[in-house]
């Protein structure tokens, strides 16, 4: 078992590690305070993870002393609206939540964000538990405080941020997933490397799809940890963290959300990479390795959508202020900066890459 400190303006850590499922509630009289106030948890799941091991964090938070409420949304990226916001809500009101008490995130990033942003708001802001269950919620969306939910006019437009007290990672939820789901995490382990890493690049370069589940996982959170800890409100360097996502979000908005979240990212990486090598930001090498990674995982570099469409939804992207927007692009391997791009010269810039 791994334990990572995320020193953020709320302290938490992020535990890694194979059975936690089954000690979830122990973790969390351990790790947090929330034994020490908390009669009830509601934890909040969809659909598919739900029947796998709802039961089994009831069990353990019974176990621990806690009452359980379970609430179970439908699975996908079409939950992540107002109305499911506005059913959590009315669910912790009828179970009877209380400002001491807490929900328990155990899903994906729908779920985790979610269930985080009705965290941050039920009753002006009760604790939450983030247990990841898929790659992608894992390494990326359960650490760092993001929450929130998808708006008519583009992705998580409304939202808090807000830190979980606990993030337990149990490895064994990995096994489970569908080809689809563990492919759509390895966007986001692929993008830690290129941001910042690259010995975890040159890892995935060697092992593909087998790599070192924990190795990876762990450095994943330990750089989020590094870059949320600089930048918790997303002010600048945090921004990193958007490689791919402009384009990415635009990509999944034009697919009706049919396109999972890490394939629209890989997409968005790959446009993005090979607009960079035309433009001279980085060689011709370095986008030639970076694609050719992202298609050896089996993830999508090729844009179906034209640019005026991408554009149209651009312009809604979070990370606009006024007539820029903020736009990562590589230089070299883990190595990549923050351009503050016109959204005119965006257009043509993107262009390149599709």
Do not use: W
């Not at 009830?40 to 993870?49: R, S, W």
């Not at 635009?250 to 979240?261: I, P, Q, R, T």
């Not at 050719?292 to 554009?311: A, N, W």
């Amino acid at each position: 078992m791994k334990i990572t400190d995320i020193n953020t303006s709320s302290p938490y850590k992020a535990v890694t590690g194979s059975g936690l499922l089954k000690e979830c509630g122990e973790l969390i009289k351990k790790y947090t305070k929330i034994a020490g106030h908390a009669e009830k948890a509601a934890v909040i799941t969809d659909d598919a993870v739900g029947p796998l091991y709802a039961d089994i964090v009831e069990a353990s938070l019974k176990e621990a002393g806690f009452d359980t409420a379970v609430y179970t949304l439908p699975n996908g990226e079409a939950s992540k609206n107002i109305q499911s916001y506005a059913k959590v809500l009315g669910f912790l009101a009828e179970s009877q939540i209380t400002r001491s008490d807490f929900i328990v995130a155990l899903g994906g990033g729908v779920i985790g964000d979610l269930s985080g942003f009705a965290a941050a708001t039920f009753l002006r802001g009760i604790d939450f538990v983030q247990i990841p269950t898929t790659l992608l919620a894992a390494v990326d969306s359960s650490v760092g405080g993001k929450t929130g939910i998808d708006l008519d006019a583009g992705k998580n437009l409304a939202g808090a941020f807000y830190q979980p007290k606990l993030v337990i990672c149990d490895m064994n939820c990995f096994d489970t997933l569908s080809d689809a789901v563990f492919t759509e995490g390895c966007a986001e382990i692929i993008k830690y490397g290129v941001l910042g890493d690259e010995e975890l690049f040159k890892h995935l370069e060697k092992h593909g799809r087998d790599f070192d589940k924990e190795y990876v996982i762990t450095r994943c959170i330990e750089m989020k940890r590094d870059i949320v800890c600089e930048d918790e409100f997303d002010t600048g360097l945090r921004q990193l963290l958007n490689l791919g996502h402009t384009l990415g979000h635009a990509v999944e908005k034009l697919s009706n959300f049919g396109m999972y979240h890490g394939m629209a990212v890989s997409v968005g990486m790959a446009v993005v990479v090979r607009a960079s090598a035309a433009g001279h930001i980085c060689s011709a090498e370095t986008a030639e390795r970076i694609v050719k990674l992202l298609k050896s995982f089996g993830l999508p570099t090729e844009c179906e959508y034209g640019i005026d469409k991408l554009y149209e939804l651009m312009q809604s992207d979070k990370k606009r202020r006024g007539k820029e927007i903020a736009l990562v692009v590589p230089k070299a391997i883990a190595d990549c900066e923050i351009v503050k791009m016109p959204l005119a010269d965006m257009k043509s810039f993107m262009e390149k890459g599709i």
